[in-house]
């Protein structure tokens, strides 16, 4: 299939949205740091296939207007086209830049071109997952959802010689879509995955925040056997409420205990996020989900 019909077979199924992303970055030292979104007004497709526009986050700039160039268009479908939870389901997607032209070429992030982030509408299911890609630009991933409804799809992605950038679109998926429960904050305070336990805490430090995971084993002992995960201690997902604002961090150098990580996040906005922080141990990556509140008082721990 040439590249005219491939595009041609896309449009065909997405229905186009208009949702902007503008972005900001923290300043970061050693290459470390975060890229963030903030999803403006746009149209909501109630199909599973859709776009969004996406704008690119500069690191090292904190002059938002410089950090506004519009990169890309995502665009989403799924094989089986009616995506049922817990069934097997294929997702594709391609990225086209302000030309139409698809991108390709990637530069590899974190041991990886394409990272997709995957949470439904509550915050209550998560997944980070990383596609393969085709030299044509194609990724595709198989996941399995766990729950109906409207899922928010992430794609964090660097062509090559521009900026890291993330395009956004949903999915939705059928089957039991149970309600999801209240977002309470929880930080500062104890999470768990499995046999890992964090003290998870967040402070003030300029214009962004630390936040620190001090990983413990379930008996509550220092962790002293944490791997590297994709190049890095950890990786950092942070996602407002309503899945309007993201930000993806990767953990700065310290000084402090083997066992604790620690990530400088931008937060867009004063509000509940909901985090995810994902280590690895003995092979395995556990996912460590808290919720925190930023702004107002919420930072004087």
């Known amino acids: 299939m040439n590249m005219n019909r491939q595009i041609g077979k896309w449009l065909g199924l997405v229905l186009i949205g208009a949702a902007l992303f503008a972005s900001g970055c923290a300043r970061q030292p050693h290459g470390t740091g975060d890229h963030s979104a903030t999803r403006g007004s746009g149209a909501r497709s109630n199909s599973h296939k859709s776009t969004r526009q996406t704008e690119s986050h500069e690191e090292h700039k904190h002059d938002a207007a410089s950090q506004q160039s519009l990169v890309a268009t995502l665009y989403l479908e799924t094989s089986p086209v009616s995506t049922i939870s817990g069934e097997v389901t294929e997702i594709r997607g391609m990225l086209h830049d302000t030309t139409g032209q698809m991108l390709n070429d990637f530069e590899v992030v974190h041991a990886k071109k394409i990272h997709l982030i995957l949470v439904r509408d509550g915050l209550d299911e998560f997944a980070h997952l990383?596609?393969?890609?085709?030299?044509?630009?194609?990724?595709?991933?198989?996941?399995?959802?766990?729950?109906?409804?409207?899922?928010?799809?992430?794609?964090?992605?660097?062509?090559?010689?521009?900026?890291?950038?993330?395009?956004?679109?949903?999915?939705?998926?059928?089957?039991?879509?149970?309600?999801?429960?209240?977002?309470?904050?929880?930080?500062?305070?104890?999470?768990?995955?499995?046999?890992?336990?964090?003290?998870?805490?967040?402070?003030?430090?300029?214009?962004?925040?630390?936040?620190?995971?001090?990983?413990?084993?379930?008996?509550?002992?220092?962790?002293?056997?944490?791997?590297?995960?994709?190049?890095?201690?950890?990786?950092?997902?942070?996602?407002?409420?309503?899945?309007?604002?993201?930000?993806?961090?990767?953990?700065?150098?310290?000084?402090?205990?083997?066992?604790?990580?620690?990530?400088?996040v931008h937060f867009p906005e004063a509000g509940v996020y909901k985090l995810w922080g994902q280590f690895q141990r003995n092979g395995e990556v556990h996912t460590i989900p808290a919720v925190a509140e930023f702004g107002r008082e919420a930072n004087k721990h």
């Open 130 to 264: 990383h596609p393969s890609l085709d030299v044509n630009g194609t990724f595709t991933v198989s996941h399995t959802f766990a729950k109906g409804g409207t899922h928010h799809v992430f794609v964090d992605h660097k062509p090559v010689g521009k900026s890291q950038a993330t395009a956004k679109g949903t999915l939705t998926v059928g089957g039991e879509s149970p309600d999801p429960e209240p977002l309470k904050p929880n930080v500062p305070g104890r999470a768990q995955d499995g046999d890992v336990l964090a003290d998870v805490s967040m402070q003030l430090s300029g214009a962004s925040s630390i936040v620190r995971f001090a990983l413990l084993e379930s008996s509550g002992i220092p962790i002293t056997d944490l791997q590297s995960y994709l190049g890095a201690r950890g990786h950092l997902v942070v996602i407002g409420a309503r899945a309007e604002q993201y930000v993806h961090a990767h953990p700065l150098e310290s000084k402090r205990a083997s066992n604790v990580v620690e990530f400088e």
